[in-house]
C-alpha cells in the first residue's frame, strides 16, 4: 500500500457541495432579517471566524449568534439553518467508500465551528461513520493551514505527517499540508482527483 494510508478530507466544496445562499435565506426565514444585515452580523463582524477557532462552545455559539442578530431564534431551528448551506457529493463519497475498501483510513479536517459539528449527527448521517476523526478547527483552535492545525489533527489520529494526505479545495491548504510534511491535492472535482490519487498509486 502507498505510504499515505491516511486521508483527510475538507468538508465544504469537497466532500459537501456549499450553498452559503441556502443558509442566509433560512436565518432570514427564522428572523425577518435582511440577508445583507445577517451577512454582516456573523461573518462581516468576525463571529463566524470566532466560532472556527474555538472561541465558543455549541451553547455559547448559539447564544452568540442570536445576540449578534439582536433577536431570539431556538438552538435546533439555528442548526437546522446552518445546515442548509451543504449537500454531501455522491461522487465524493463514493471515492471514500473506494479508499475505506482499500484498507485505508478517511479522515476529516475542516475549518469549521461548533454548529456545523452539531449538525452531523441529525442532517448528515451519512458523514461520521466515514471520517475517524473528525477533525474540526473550533475544536483544534486552529485553522488551515498553521502548523498547530495540522499537527493537532495528526495528533488526534494517532499518524505522522508523511503518512497522511490532504484533499482541500484551497490551494493554499493544500500546499500548507505539503509544507508541513503530508500531501497535498487541491480537490476539482471528483473525476480529477481520481486521476490525482491514481498519480500518487492510490486506487479508488
Not at 63 to 77: K, M, Y
Amino acid at each position: 500500500m502507498n505510504g499515505r494510508d491516511l486521508i483527510f478530507f475538507d468538508l465544504g466544496s469537497v466532500v459537501c457541495r456549499f450553498y452559503p445562499e441556502r443558509r442566509l435565506a433560512a436565518i432570514r426565514a427564522a428572523t425577518g432579517l435582511d440577508e445583507r444585515e445577517i451577512h454582516a452580523r456573523i461573518w462581516g463582524s468576525g463571529l463566524d471566524d470566532q466560532m472556527d477557532r474555538g472561541r465558543y462552545s455549541l451553547d455559547e455559539a448559539c447564544r452568540a449568534v442570536a445576540d449578534a442578530l439582536g433577536c431570539p431564534i431556538a438552538p435546533d431551528t439555528l442548526l437546522t439553518a446552518w445546515a442548509r448551506a451543504w449537500d454531501t457529493d455522491p461522487d465524493v463519497l463514493a471515492i471514500v467508500d473506494a479508499l475505506r475498501r482499500d484498507g485505508r483510513r478517511t479522515a476529516m479536517l475542516s475549518d469549521n465551528g461548533p454548529l456545523l459539528l452539531a449538525t452531523l449527527p441529525r442532517h448528515f448521517r451519512e458523514l461520521p461513520p466515514r471520517f475517524e476523526p473528525l477533525c474540526f478547527s473550533s475544536e483544534l483552535c486552529a485553522v488551515k493551514p498553521t502548523l498547530e492545525c495540522f499537527t493537532r489533527a495528526l495528533a488526534r489520529a494517532g499518524v505522522a505527517p508523511e503518512r497522511a494526505l490532504l484533499i482541500d479545495d484551497v490551494p493554499e491548504n493544500a500546499e500548507g499540508a505539503r509544507a508541513h510534511g503530508l500531501e497535498g491535492i487541491v480537490f476539482t472535482g471528483a473525476a480529477e482527483l481520481r486521476r490525482s490519487l491514481a498519480q500518487l498509486g492510490i486506487a479508488c
